[in-house]
């Protein structure tokens, strides 16, 4: 009776699986089948990187795929083979004890329709997890879950060659979180003057010796979030959208799910180096926090920091002791309130570990060099190069002040003096052993959400010059050849520009429809030639010969994103600061976006390509560029998976071992 229900139940289950899989919600993105394999098939390793597996079988109670009366199979096992070698239990083969059976319960909407109908689907689930395990040997593992009288899940999964030779001393990625190579040239034509298309000066990313482009999509969805594809660059691993360092799972706890060891927890292990994040953002944000972050959610923030600062502890894991620089803005999360894990004062926490800690770039720039660092500059995210050097009236309206106090942060650094800060401290500390460094770009992103292009670039192109102030650095310090020095994004937009727009005569069309105002735009032979290069009487910013010499001509780039809500485009710089382009309307629904009445308000609607539920623009499926100079940079030609970015350095690093290996446990 009951081997005939359940050979009954497969044949549904066939004919359903094409329902289930690749649509809108999945009961879980890895596993179109009910039973799951985490990691799941062709995922790759690098010798001797540590990680955790978890098998569950599902049983879902109700819905299109209703199987067994709701009861998950609780006697499955799980074998292990290396190429054509005979299959071992999963703890003969790691020398472990059998972990003991966990069960749950989750539920999800298979489409639109049952979210619409608020009929969820019930699944049960029976699940073992095995925790910190490796592989040592190159080669092709393959895992094979058997439940339900001959149902088999099977997992094919790679260990890249063994890279135990160090071959650069320093790594240090950059990382223009969302920017594309759309971005990069819309930036050079404000920055760069040309003579009858030539250019008379360059961007230094221009000026790298090997090109590259990576492909970003995340393991289950082709749009990706900064969380797991900061993860996939990190760790090797792709991962589902807000997770980093783990393979989602659907257990209830969102810090148990099946870990991998990342760039820095390795780096720490292997050869005892020093290194440190630097971001524009908040820096329990994802692309700094993942380094370290083991959780399905981006949005556990003070957790994320106690993670950076003392590693994962609800169980066994690396130790990676704290980064020896942290730099970035988010004192939400440092200051004692409900945004700080478990209400602590975390600048105390840091400090009692012998972190200097600064508040300013006065104090940044004097911090000892041979001190762990903590650079908190304001709350949230740090104002965008524009405001700070071009209108910073506006930041003067701020409440950021990182100490607490009411009023806005002031002396507040750049990228560029918290890298090379950063630079000088991580040399001093890594000594002999090196260090490895990120340091992000964050609001290239977040501009680009909220469609302020001239934002955006400004930050694109603070990006560029920190890069250019590196390079110097490091031949001032004679690290230049002993650095392997990687610039890349994590996703992109949809952004390009497509001509130019005429601002005088916009204005002047303020008594006219939408219509005509789109006159102003010229595309073609009228989108002329950037006045961004052109200077002009009483207007000086000081800020150098690599960015624009005037930022509000007349004649501007007429720009957008293919992502976007409703909104009003007037083109030109923002002087007020950052832009709203869609808010909620009083009586119309707290998620329902309309244009924002008060932005851009001598343009003309442009209707949006989002559901009305998104006030901003969202990120693109695009390939981004990936720029590499020095020790190990010629093996980043090519199109590749994001994850290759972790492989490439890893092995530049000498990361990948027959053997368990550590530093001794030596620490700084």
């Known amino acids: 009776m009951i081997s005939s229900r359940i050979s009954g139940a497969l044949a549904l289950l066939a004919t359903s699986l094409s329902v289930v899989s690749g649509q809108t919600f999945q009961r879980?993105?890895?596993?179109?089948t009910l039973g799951c394999i985490l990691p799941p098939d062709q995922q790759d390793f690098l010798p001797g990187q540590h990680f955790d597996i978890r098998f569950e079988v599902h049983a879902p109670k109700n819905g299109s795929e209703a199987f067994n009366d709701g009861v998950p199979d609780e006697k499955f096992t799980v074998t292990i083979a290396k190429d054509n070698g005979k299959p071992q239990s999963i703890a003969s083969f790691f020398e472990l004890k059998e972990p003991s059976l966990e069960k749950w319960t989750f539920s999800w909407y298979e489409d639109l329709f049952a979210q619409d109908a608020k009929t969820p689907s019930v699944v049960n689930v029976a699940s073992k997890i095995y925790r910190q395990v490796a592989l040592y040997e190159p080669g092709t593992y393959t895992v094979t879950l058997n439940y339900y009288s001959g149902k088999t899940t099977t997992a094919i999964w790679m260990v890249?060659?063994?890279?135990?030779?160090?071959?650069?001393?320093n790594v240090i990625l950059f990382i223009g979180d969302g920017m594309t190579t759309n971005m990069i040239t819309a930036a050079r034509l404000l920055a760069h003057k040309s003579i009858n298309g030539k250019y008379q000066s360059t961007l230094q990313l221009d000026k790298f010796p090997t090109l590259g482009h990576q492909m970003t999509h995340s393991i289950d969805s082709f749009i990706t979030d900064s969380a797991n594809s900061a993860s996939a660059l990190y760790t090797g691993h792709k991962t589902t959208v807000n997770a980093m360092g783990v393979y989602v799972d659907s257990s209830p706890d969102k810090f148990d799910d099946p870990k991998v060891e990342t760039i820095v927890e390795l780096l720490k292990r292997i050869w005892g180096s020093a290194w440190g994040a630097v971001s524009t953002a908040f820096i329990a944000d994802a692309t700094p926090t993942a380094l370290t972050a083991h959780t399905r959610s981006r949005y556990e923030y003070g957790a994320l920091i106690e993670q950076a600062l003392n590693g994962f502890s609800n169980t066994s894991w690396t130790k990676q002791d704290g980064p020896d620089v942290y730099f970035g803005g988010g004192a939400e999360q440092f200051l004692p309130s409900s945004a700080s894990y478990q209400g602590k004062d975390y600048y105390a926490e840091f400090a009692k570990k012998g972190y200097s800690v600064s508040l300013n770039k006065t104090s940044l720039l004097a911090l000892p060099d041979d001190k762990k660092a903590l650079g908190i500059f304001c709350k949230s995210n740090l104002p965008v190069w524009l405001d700070r050097n071009i209108f910073p009236e506006n930041t003067l309206k701020l409440k950021n002040d990182p100490s607490g106090a009411s009023g806005p942060a002031k002396d507040i650094p750049g990228q560029k003096e918290m890298t090379l800060k950063a630079i000088d401290i991580l040399h001093k500390r890594g000594g002999k052993d090196g260090f490895f460094l990120m340091s992000e770009a964050a609001s290239i992103d977040k501009q680009m959400h909220v469609l302020d292009y001239e934002r955006a670039l400004g930050d694109l192109l603070e990006l560029d010059d920190t890069v250019r102030a590196t390079i110097q650095k490091l031949q001032d310090l004679g690290e230049l050849n002993n650095t392997l020095i990687v610039v890349t994004a994590d996703h992109g937009h949809g952004f390009d520009v497509f001509g130019g727009a005429d601002t005088k005569y916009l204005a002047a069309q303020?008594?006219?429809?939408?219509?005509?105002k789109r006159s102003a735009v010229g595309v073609y032979k009228e989108s002329g030639l950037s006045q961004y290069t052109v200077e002009?009487?009483?207007?000086?910013?000081?800020?150098?010969?690599n960015f624009p010499v005037n930022w509000d001509p007349r004649y501007v780039i007429a720009a957008g994103t293919g992502a976007a809500p409703d909104r009003r485009e007037q083109y030109g710089v923002g002087k007020n600061g950052s832009r709203t382009p869609a808010v909620t309307l009083p009586g119309m629904g707290d998620d329902d976006y309309y244009v924002n009445p008060t932005d851009r308000t001598g343009g003309f609607v442009v209707n949006g390509t989002l559901p009305t539920t998104e006030s901003q623009g969202v990120h693109?499926?695009?390939?981004?560029?990936v720029f590499a100079q020095g020790p190990c940079s010629g093996n980043f030609g090519g199109v590749y998976s994001n994850t290759d970015i972790f492989f490439k350095i890893a092995s530049c690093l000498g990361l990948g071992h027959p053997t368990k290996k550590t530093d001794g446990g030596k620490g700084r």
């Open 160 to 169: 890249r060659p063994l890279a135990t030779k160090k071959k650069a001393k």
């Open 536 to 545: 002009q009487p009483g207007i000086s910013y000081n800020t150098g010969p």
């Open 510 to 516: 303020h008594d006219k429809d939408d219509r005509h």
């Open 620 to 625: 693109s499926l695009t390939d981004v560029p």
């Open 28 to 32: 879980l993105g890895t596993c179109p």
